[in-house]
């Protein structure tokens, strides 16, 4: 895991060396990207079946044959260790309470005429959420961006995933039962994309899609964009930490672990203006690494993304933070409110030492699908609000129609729309013909 001292000659370089992916945008995913969503697009259930067949080695002659049976999910749930399912639970119970709070609500005011003016809002009628399930299966991941979908509203809400092999979690069975999801296929890649985008001849097409993914599953959600809408393109996960050396050492050394174990690619960064702090991390980093089980995807993910970072201060800290915009930030700091201020950039904020990452990756309560790869400088989490639509609501009654009209009109002139300026003028002819009536 490689030293970086802000004070160093080439510590910009090195940054943007560092915070760049090799291969986000491969051409050959790409290339064989589109291939899958045309061939889904034309083909439906059998381009489906045919790669499903292929990438995952599921062998079905029915789509309906790879759609999760609820009872079947309802005994996973029942199954499950009596620890686990409570965890299930509880995590399902926080997850709702804090979504509940984000509900938008439409509104009306009247303008100084007497005119109606506000916002209708409204819940999307069917999405598709994408959960991963490659390297890992992740019932976190229904629990996040299903929930949300279902307190704004959502009605049809359509769950893919792969399952190589064949082999189905037990624990994502139980997450499907808990969150009350009732179509769910095991569906995974580009293909599923493209049943969600396009339809097939057994699955409708739905309005949107969320949720995290690979490359290949990146890179289709980009490609259907404006036939259907998405949430982000998500990269791997991250996580930056300002430490001011007061956090035990090994609660930092744990934090770096559990996001570098997610992928070979994952980003793992300290940010510390304590030198002897830093170098203690490197230290306990060597002599804990061969303890954990994914030790290969920790050193690989540490080796080629990872870095410990030396700063001058805390000031300065907040500003490599904000070059990088992570996913996860961690202030553990003693007093992370005086930090607050300053950071601009950030997917979620994780206050103090006890504020794990990991704690929000289950049950803390926000979704954990979270803007990446530096997007959180425009993106924000999943939340209601991205299963929520908004239209703009106008009634006006006649009140100022002339000054209305008039200014519409000079305008609509200005711009070359004479069109659109006799529309607005037409309506002080019909306000004065209705007074004089």
Same mark, same amino acid.
């Given at each position: 895991?490689?030293?970086?001292?802000?004070?160093?000659?080439?510590?910009?370089?090195?940054?943007?060396?560092?915070?760049?992916?090799?291969?986000?945008?491969?051409?050959?995913?790409?290339?064989?990207?589109?291939?899958?969503?045309?061939?889904?697009?034309?083909?439906?259930?059998?381009?489906?079946?045919?790669?499903?067949?292929?990438?995952?080695?599921?062998?079905?002659?029915?789509?309906?044959?790879?759609?999760?049976?609820?009872?079947?999910?309802?005994?996973?749930?029942?199954?499950?260790?009596?620890?686990?399912?409570?965890?299930?639970?509880?995590?399902?119970?926080?997850?709702?309470?804090?979504?509940?709070?984000?509900?938008?609500?439409?509104?009306?005011?009247?303008?100084?005429?007497?005119?109606?003016?506000?916002?209708?809002?409204?819940?999307?009628?069917?999405?598709?959420?994408?959960?991963?399930?490659?390297?890992?299966?992740?019932?976190?991941?229904?629990?996040?961006?299903?929930?949300? !979908?279902? =307190? *704004?509203?959502?009605?049809?809400? +359509?769950?893919?995933?792969?399952?190589? &092999?064949? @082999?189905?979690? $037990? /624990?994502?069975?139980?997450?499907?039962?808990?969150?009350?999801?009732?179509?769910?296929?095991?569906?995974?890649?580009?293909?599923?994309?493209?049943?969600?985008?396009?339809?097939?001849?057994?699955?409708?097409?739905?309005?949107?899609?969320?949720?995290?993914?690979? !490359?290949? =599953? *990146?890179?289709?959600?980009?490609? +259907?964009?404006?036939?259907?809408?998405? &949430?982000? @393109?998500?990269? $791997? /996960?991250?996580?930056?930490?300002?430490?001011?050396?007061?956090?035990?050492?090994?609660?930092?050394?744990?934090?770096?672990?559990?996001?570098?174990?997610?992928?070979?690619?994952?980003?793992?960064?300290?940010?510390?203006?304590?030198?002897?702090?830093?170098?203690?991390?490197?230290?306990?980093?060597?002599?804990?690494?061969?303890?954990?089980?994914?030790?290969?995807?920790?050193?690989?993910?540490?080796?080629?993304?990872?870095?410990?970072?030396?700063?001058?201060?805390?000031?300065?800290?907040?500003?490599?933070?904000?070059?990088?915009?992570?996913?996860?930030?961690?202030?553990?700091?003693?007093?992370?409110?005086?930090?607050?201020?300053?950071?601009?950039?950030?997917?979620?904020?994780?206050?103090?030492?006890?504020?794990?990452?990991?704690?929000?990756?289950?049950?803390?309560?926000?979704?954990?699908?979270?803007?990446?790869?530096?997007?959180?400088?425009?993106?924000?989490?999943?939340?209601?609000?991205?299963?929520?639509?908004?239209?703009?609501?106008?009634?006006?009654?006649?009140?100022?129609?002339?000054?209305?009209?008039?200014?519409?009109?000079?305008?609509?002139?200005?711009?070359?729309?004479?069109?659109?300026?006799?529309?607005?003028?037409?309506?002080?002819?019909?306000?004065?013909?209705?007074?004089?009536?």
């Amino acid at each position: 895991m490689r030293l970086m001292h802000t004070r160093d000659a080439g510590f910009d370089t090195d940054l943007d060396a560092l915070l760049t992916l090799d291969g986000a945008e491969d051409e050959t995913v790409v290339s064989i990207v589109t291939q899958i969503l045309a061939d889904v697009r034309t083909r439906g259930d059998a381009a489906v079946l045919e790669h499903t067949r292929r990438l995952d080695r599921v062998v079905c002659t029915e789509l309906e044959d790879l759609r999760f049976d609820p009872a079947e999910c309802e005994q996973a749930y029942r199954s499950l260790d009596s620890a686990l399912r409570d965890a299930l639970d509880h995590a399902v119970v926080r997850i709702r309470d804090f979504h509940q709070r984000q509900r938008q609500e439409g509104w009306t005011f009247e303008d100084e005429y007497g005119n109606k003016l506000g916002q209708r809002v409204t819940p999307l009628k069917r999405v598709g959420v994408y959960v991963p399930g490659g390297q890992a299966s992740y019932p976190s991941s229904v629990l996040m961006t299903v929930i949300p !979908a279902q =307190v *704004a509203g959502v009605r049809d809400i +359509v769950v893919t995933m792969p399952t190589p &092999d064949g @082999i189905k979690n $037990p /624990s994502l069975m139980a997450a499907f039962h808990v969150a009350g999801v009732t179509q769910a296929y095991a569906i995974g890649g580009a293909q599923a994309i493209g049943a969600l985008a396009y339809g097939t001849q057994s699955l409708s097409c739905v309005h949107k899609i969320v949720g995290p993914g690979g !490359a290949f =599953v *990146a890179a289709a959600k980009r490609q +259907v964009f404006g036939r259907v809408g998405i &949430d982000i @393109i998500a990269g $791997p /996960s991250e996580v930056l930490i300002i430490a001011d050396g007061t956090t035990p050492v090994d609660w930092v050394v744990l934090d770096l672990f559990s996001q570098a174990e997610h992928d070979p690619v994952a980003q793992a960064i300290l940010v510390s203006p304590d030198e002897s702090f830093v170098q203690a991390v490197q230290t306990r980093i060597e002599q804990m690494i061969d303890a954990q089980p994914r030790v290969d995807i920790i050193r690989a993910s540490l080796e080629r993304r990872g870095a410990l970072i030396v700063t001058r201060d805390l000031t300065e800290a907040i500003a490599v933070s904000n070059r990088v915009a992570p996913e996860h930030l961690e202030l553990a700091v003693v007093d992370p409110e005086a930090l607050m201020e300053g950071i601009e950039h950030a997917g979620a904020i994780f206050m103090g030492a006890y504020s794990a990452e990991v704690l929000g990756d289950y049950a803390a309560g926000p979704s954990h699908v979270l803007p990446t790869y530096g997007t959180a400088r425009f993106s924000s989490p999943l939340g209601v609000y991205d299963f929520q639509k908004r239209s703009s609501v106008l009634q006006i009654n006649g009140g100022g129609v002339d000054q209305l009209s008039m200014t519409s009109a000079l305008l609509a002139r200005s711009e070359g729309l004479e069109a659109h300026a006799q529309a607005a003028l037409a309506r002080i002819r019909k306000a004065h013909d209705s007074a004089a009536d």
